[in-house]
C-alpha cells in the first residue's frame, strides 16, 4: 500500500483506519529511517488535521500545532504527539468542546499525548517563564485551522528568542549541564539513555534552539547524520520493545542491533558512541563559541569608549612556533604553515593542554585539511610534543577529542581507529577503550615523579590496552602493535623493548599480587624474569596502579595498592645487585679540548653554537637529536651552573639535555680545571639568538652585572605563564649508594622557564659544589641527576644530602 493509500484510509475510516494505517508503516519491511518517520508524521498530520476540521467546524480563530518533536517531524514509533490548540481568545467555551473532540480519540488509540491550550499571547507569556515550553515552540509547525495565526506566533516566538538570547542560553546551556550531571555521558555508557544523555536528542535540540538565536551555530559537519543514527536507534529500541522508552538496555541490544542489520550489539554501541561524540564535540564547540560572543557584547562598549570608537583587536599571545592564544581558544599564528609542518597538530596540541585551552575548531580543521603526514620515524620533536600532550594532565581529553574529531589522531596512530568507540562489557570499567587509554595517561601524568622514565609511562599508559582492537589475549597482540608504533614514533631499540614489555605485562603486578602466594620465591622470581631490571619494575608499577585509577572505582583500593607495593618490594630485592658507580666520563673531544683550552687562557667563556646538519647515520637510534647543540667552557667558579641556565632562560631556550662536568687541561697547558658544559637547547618559538650575545650576557651574569632574576620576573608578569593543570609537585630525593666520589642529588619537577637556574641558585647557596650533572626533559618533565660535593671535594654527610634534599624541594614548590 502506498503513502497516499494509507493516508485515504486513515482520512476515510477515522481513528480505527489511522490505527491500521499506523501498524502497516511500523510493521511493514520495505521503510525505515527517515523516510518512515517522516512518512509516520505526514500519516498523523493528516488524520489530526481531519480531526480538527471535524471538531472545529464553525469556529474562527483557531489553529492545531504540532510542537516539540513531533514539529520537527520526528516521531518514533512510540513518541508522544506534542500538540498546541491556538486561539484567538474570542470564545473560550467553544475552543474547550473543541480540544474535547480532539483530545479523547487520541488518548482512545493508547497514544500518547502532550497537550496544551493557549492564545498566542498565553504562549508567549508562557514560554518566557517556562524554558522547555518556549524550545518547543521554536519548532512550531501547522496542522490545521488559521494558518496566519500559527504563523503570527512562530514569528513572534523567534523573534522573542532572539532578542532574549543573552539571558536564554546561558539558562539552556545549565539546563545541559545539569542534565549531563545526572544521566552522564551517553558515548561511554553500556546502558545509554539515547535522549537524555550528554551527546544524545536532548543534546542535538539544543544546537538547534542555538542555531535559531542567530547568535552562534554548530559545527554541521556529521551532526545531521548523528541525529539520524540516534533517531534510527531510537525507533528500532520503540519497535523491539514495545515501549516508548529511550534507555537501550543490555537485554534488548542485540535485538535492536538485528532490527537495524547490524552485526552485534557491539556494533550497535560503537555506532551509538560515534554519534554521541560527533554531538558532544559540537555542543562543546557550540558553546564556547556562544560565551565568546557574550564576553565580547559585555565588552565591546567600555573599549570602543576607550579606543575612541575604533574596533578592538583581539590580543594574539605566542604559546609556541605557530601557536598562539586568541580569545581564550588555542589558534594558528599568522606565519604558520601547516603544510610545511607536520608536527604542527602535536605542538599545538600539546601547548593547548599546557595551558589548559581549548583547540580552535578553524584551527583543527586548517591542520586536518592541510598537514602533511609525519616521517617515518617520527621526529624527535614531534615525540617530545606526544610526551608533552600526554603529560598535561586533565586538560589533555578536551585537546585529545578536537583532533580525534577531526581525524588527526588516527592519521597520527593508525591502530588507534580498532580501538576508537570500542565498548568494554565489563562493569568495573567505565570507559570505552580509546577513552581508557587517555584516561591512563592522564592517571599517569600524577604518578610521573616516581619513574626515571616519564616519556616511556605516558606512552605505555597509551597503548597498554592497544591490543583490545584485535582477537586474542590483547597484551599478548598489543605487544607486537606497542612495537611497531614505538618504532614509528621514534624510540630506539632498547626503548622499543621497555614499551612493548610494559604493554605486554601490564596486568602482571595485579593479578599476581591479589592471586597468587607471594611468600613463594618461585612466584617472585617469576615476576622478576619478566620484568627484566629495576627500571622497567618501577614503569610497571606505575602503569599498574594509573591504569586501575582509569578503570573505574572498584579496580583499585588501598588493600590492592599495598598487595602490588610488596609484590614490587619482593621483586626489587631479587634484581637488586651493587648499584653502578658514577660512570667514568668521555674522553673529551677535539672541539671540547680546544674550547676548555680558550677559555682557560682567556679567563672567560667560549662558546660554540651548533645545529645537526650532517645526516644521522643508521644504527639501533638513529633519530635526530631535538634542539641544537650548546658546548660551553667556562674556568672553574663558583655560580656557573645558575648563570648559565639563567641566561638561556633570558633568551627563552628551553634545555632539552644538559651534562656539566670539570675538564682537566692537558698537561702541556697548565694544572687548571675548566667546566665544560654540553648542552641540547631549543627555542620556545622564534630563532636562536646568536652566540655573540649568549656569551655577552654569561660574561654579565658571571660578573654580576646581568639581573637574571628581575629580568625572568618581569617577563612573567608581563607575559605570566597559563597552567592550564596542577603539576604532581616535584620531588627530590638521594640515591642512595650511586655513587662513590659525591651525592647524587635526583630532581623530578614539571619543565619551566628558569626552573635549572633556581635549581643551580639553590645548590650554590647551599655551599656544595656541583661535580657533574646529567639533565633530562621528557616531554614536560624534567628529569635531573646532581653529583655534589663539599667544598673538599668529599661526598655530603648523610644529614646534609637529606638536608638538602628538603631544602631543593621547598624550593621548588614555592
Not at 96 to 106: C, F, H, S
Not at 216 to 222: L, N, S
Not at 480 to 490: E, L, P, S
Not at 507 to 521: F, K, Q, S, V
Request: charged letters at 25%; one cysteine or more; proline letters at 6%.
Amino acid at each position: 500500500m502506498t503513502g497516499t493509500d494509507m493516508r485515504t484510509e486513515a482520512e476515510d475510516s477515522g481513528p480505527s483506519g489511522y490505527a491500521a494505517a499506523r501498524l502497516r508503516l511500523l510493521t511493514e519491511g520495505a521503510r525505515s529511517g527517515p523516510p518512515r518517520r517522516a512518512a509516520l508524521a505526514e500519516l498523523t498530520d493528516d488524520w489530526l488535521a481531519g480531526l480538527f476540521t471535524a471538531a472545529a467546524e464553525g469556529l474562527p480563530g483557531a489553529s492545531l500545532v504540532a510542537v516539540g518533536g513531533y514539529g520537527r517531524g520526528e516521531l518514533s514509533p512510540r513518541s508522544d504527539l506534542d500538540l498546541l490548540l491556538l486561539h484567538d481568545g474570542s470564545d473560550p467555551k467553544a475552543v474547550a468542546a473543541v480540544a474535547d473532540r480532539l483530545w479523547y480519540p487520541i488518548w482512545d488509540l493508547g497514544l500518547a499525548l502532550d497537550h496544551s491550550v493557549r492564545t498566542p499571547a498565553e504562549a508567549r507569556k508562557t514560554a518566557g517563564e517556562d524554558l522547555k515550553v518556549q524550545l518547543g515552540l521554536l519548532d512550531a509547525r501547522h496542522l490545521a485551522g488559521d494558518l496566519g495565526l500559527t504563523a503570527g506566533l512562530r514569528t513572534a516566538v523567534l523573534a522573542d528568542w532572539r532578542n532574549q538570547a543573552p539571558k536564554r542560553l546561558p539558562e539552556l546551556q545549565e539546563l545541559c549541564a545539569e542534565r549531563a550531571e545526572r544521566q552522564g555521558e551517553l558515548q561511554y555508557l553500556l546502558e545509554p539513555d539515547l535522549k537524555e544523555a550528554r551527546g544524545g536528542l536532548r543534546d542535538a535540540t539544543a544546537l538547534r534552539a542555538v542555531a535559531a538565536s542567530w547568535l552562534a551555530d554548530a559545527p554541521r559537519e556529521g551532526l545531521a547524520d548523528a541525529r539520524r543514527r540516534l533517531l534510527d536507534v531510537r525507533d528500532a529500541l520503540h519497535l523491539a520493545t514495545g515501549r516508548a522508552t529511550d534507555r537501550l538496555a543490555l537485554q534488548e541490544q542485540d535485538q535492536v542491533a538485528a532490527e537495524l542489520g547490524l552485526l552485534d550489539a557491539d556494533t550497535l554501541l560503537r555506532q551509538v558512541y560515534e554519534a554521541a561524540r560527533v554531538i558532544s564535540y559540537a555542543s562543546d564547540v557550540t558553546w564556547r563559541e556562544v560565551g565568546r560572543v557574550l564576553r565580547s557584547r559585555a565588552v565591546r562598549p567600555r573599549l570602543r569608549a576607550m579606543l575612541g570608537g575604533g574596533k578592538p583587536v583581539a590580543e594574539r599571545s605566542p604559546l609556541a612556533e605557530g601557536v598562539v592564544e586568541q580569545d581564550g581558544e588555542v589558534v594558528l599564528a599568522r606565519a604558520a604553515r601547516p603544510e610545511r609542518d607536520p608536527v604542527l597538530p602535536l605542538r599545538a596540541a600539546a601547548a593547548a593542554a599546557q595551558a589548559g585551552l581549548p583547540l580552535s575548531l578553524h584551527a583543527v580543521r586548517r591542520m586536518a585539511a592541510t598537514v602533511r603526514p609525519l616521517p617515518t620515524p617520527w621526529p624527535a620533536e614531534a615525540r617530545e610534543q606526544l610526551v608533552t600532550l600526554l603529560g598535561s594532565g586533565r586538560p589533555t581529553v578536551d585537546v585529545w577529542e578536537a583532533l580525534e574529531a577531526e581525524g588527526l589522531i588516527s592519521r597520527l596512530l593508525p591502530d588507534w581507529e580498532r580501538v576508537r568507540c570500542r565498548p568494554q562489557r565489563n562493569a568495573v570499567h567505565v570507559w570505552t577503550v580509546d577513552r581508557h587509554l587517555i584516561e591512563t595517561a592522564v592517571r599517569a601524568s600524577e604518578l610521573t615523579r616516581r619513574v626515571s622514565r616519564p616519556d616511556l609511562l605516558l606512552v605505555a599508559a597509551l597503548l597498554h590496552d592497544i591490543g583490545k582492537g584485535w582477537p586474542g589475549d590483547h597484551s599478548v597482540a598489543g605487544e607486537i602493535i606497542a612495537k611497531d608504533v614505538a618504532a614509528r614514533i621514534g624510540f630506539d631499540r632498547a626503548d622499543v623493548a621497555v614499551l612493548s614489555a610494559l604493554v605486554r605485562h601490564h596486568l602482571l603486578l595485579i593479578e599476581t599480587a591479589t592471586r597468587r602466594d607471594l611468600d613463594d620465591p618461585v612466584t617472585v622470581r617469576a615476576v622478576a624474569e619478566a620484568v627484566g631490571t629495576q627500571s622497567t619494575l618501577e614503569l610497571l608499577h606505575a602503569l599498574t596502579e594509573a591504569d586501575a585509577l582509569a578503570t573505574g572505582p572498584a579496580a583499585w583500593s588501598s588493600w590492592r595498592g599495598s598487595l602490588v607495593a610488596d609484590l614490587v618490594r619482593r621483586v626489587s630485592a631479587v634484581l637488586a645487585g651493587d648499584a653502578p658507580d658514577e660512570p667514568e666520563p668521555a674522553a673529551p673531544t677535539a672541539e671540547q679540548e680546544r674550547l676548555a683550552i680558550e677559555a682557560y687562557r682567556t679567563g672567560g667563556p667560549v662558546l660554540a653554537l651548533r645545529a645537526q646538519t650532517e645526516p644521522v647515520p643508521e644504527q639501533e637510534s638513529a633519530q635526530e637529536p631535538l634542539g641544537v647543540e650548546l658546548l660551553i667552557a667556562v674556568p672553574d667558579q663558583p655560580a656557573v651552573l645558575p648563570a648559565v641556565a639563567g641566561v638561556l632562560a633570558v633568551h627563552r631556550l628551553t634545555v632539552r639535555t644538559a651534562e656539566l662536568r670539570a675538564l682537566r687541561l692537558p698537561d702541556d697547558v697548565d694544572d687548571g680545571s675548566v667546566l665544560l658544559l654540553n648542552w641540547r637547547v631549543a627555542a620556545e618559538y622564534g630563532s636562536l639568538p646568536q652566540a655573540t650575545r649568549l656569551r655577552a650576557d654569561l660574561v654579565r651574569a658571571l660578573d654580576g652585572t646581568l639581573d637574571i632574576a628581575g629580568r625572568l620576573a618581569e617577563r612573567d608578569a608581563a607575559y605570566p605563564r597559563r597552567r592550564g593543570w596542577v603539576a604532581p609537585p616535584p620531588r627530590v630525593t638521594v640515591a642512595p649508594a650511586a655513587s662513590h666520589h659525591a651525592t647524587v642529588i635526583e630532581v623530578r619537577a614539571q619543565d619551566a622557564p628558569g626552573l635549572l637556574y633556581r635549581i643551580g641558585m639553590a645548590l650554590e647557596k647551599a655551599g656544595v659544589r656541583v661535580r657533574s650533572m646529567h639533565v633530562s626533559t621528557l616531554g614536560s618533565n624534567a628529569v635531573d641527576a646532581f653529583y655534589v660535593t663539599t667544598g673538599a671535594g668529599q661526598p655530603l654527610p648523610g644529614e646534609d644530602a637529606g638536608s638538602l634534599a628538603r631544602v631543593l624541594e621547598e624550593t621548588l614548590r614555592a
